[in-house]
């Protein structure tokens, strides 16, 4: 890796993202597996994985705004993570699917709080070293690798119960680690700048949201189903934790070059390639689950769908809103890709999993990732005219 200024806390910053994305590394993998094991059917369970997505929808851009106000962006990561992990002890107990839904929504509300807050505190210290944003985030994607695969061997030998005293240290440890970051110092805010509605009015703006939710709606059907899927072809859970931290050993190959690529391509270009990737990773996990080395194949494209388009899209975000507009840039983010794209992903899947079948549904989450290739080729800009 290329060495990191001194004046930017990189250790401090990439434990934060390890340990967040470790939590993700438990959840989405093995939540599933865990809510079949309690007896909920396909619907049931689309149901319930979209709750954390639906919050993310509202919850980024509620604290997005108090931290664009209140300017103390740290203070709502750390109570965010603290709630989360206070509230999350109630789910030891519950197993209706109302009782064991409203503590998902409301543990998922204060944890979606979290992410947007500290990416805008990351590209504050980063300041004009965006494009190396990257060397930071890739901790959290190797926290994710490490918990799916010991997680999954354990899963393997105790069940998919592991899952909950799992989840709940790693949701102490992020709020632990959140205690070692500090708010950076203010950036001066520019005295003119255009209201928030004048910069979401931007056709490159609106496009460009509506691409990340086309993804994330896309990506539904393989955070709710992928394991079960695997599982009901005989792959045990172990190699399925492997399977997982495949894709993700993909991202960080990619991310401790994205920096390059952006400089030689431009966020718009890597945005467009990584789409195109993404539908052929559908199609693959879609209508080839018997060739295990196509799964690979199409694992290892988690580095385009997620980590080339992830990465690139900040890069807009970024660009596209500056100044006291960067907490709710990231927020909208957020809520309009991971939140509302992967909730109605979650429920979609849910309902045509049973009734259509996996091959089926998975090439709508291709088609509808090439619906969002021809958006953004239309309409995506490197970055706005700022008037």
Known sequence: MNPVPASLPY????????FYFAALGALVPYWGLYLKQLGFDAVQIGQLMALPMATK??????W?????HLGHRMAIVRLGSLLTSLIFVGVFWLQGFWALGLAMALFSFFWNAVLPQFEAV?????GRRVARYARIRVWGSIGFIVTVVLLGMAVDRQGPAVVLPALFLIYLAIWLSSLLVKDPHPQPVPQRQPAILTILRRPPVIAFFLVCFLLQAGHGTYYSFYSIYMEQWGYSKTLIGQLWAL???AEVLVFLVMHRLLQRFGARRVLLA??????LRWLLIGWFPDSLPLLMAAQSLHAASFGTFHASAIHLVHHYFTGRHQGRGQALYSSLSFGAGGAVGSLYSGYLWTGQGPAF????????TLLAFVIARRWIVDQLQQE
């Open 11 to 18: 250790w401090r910053l990439s434990g934060f993202y390890l």
């Open 57 to 62: 929808f509202v919850a980024p851009y509620v």
């Open 64 to 68: 997005g705004w108090l931290g664009d």
């Open 122 to 126: 990351t590209l504050a210290y980063l």
């Open 247 to 249: 894709g993700v050993i």
């Open 274 to 279: 990584s789409l195109l990737l993404a539908a």
């Open 361 to 368: 549904t998975f090439t709508l989450s291709a088609t509808l």
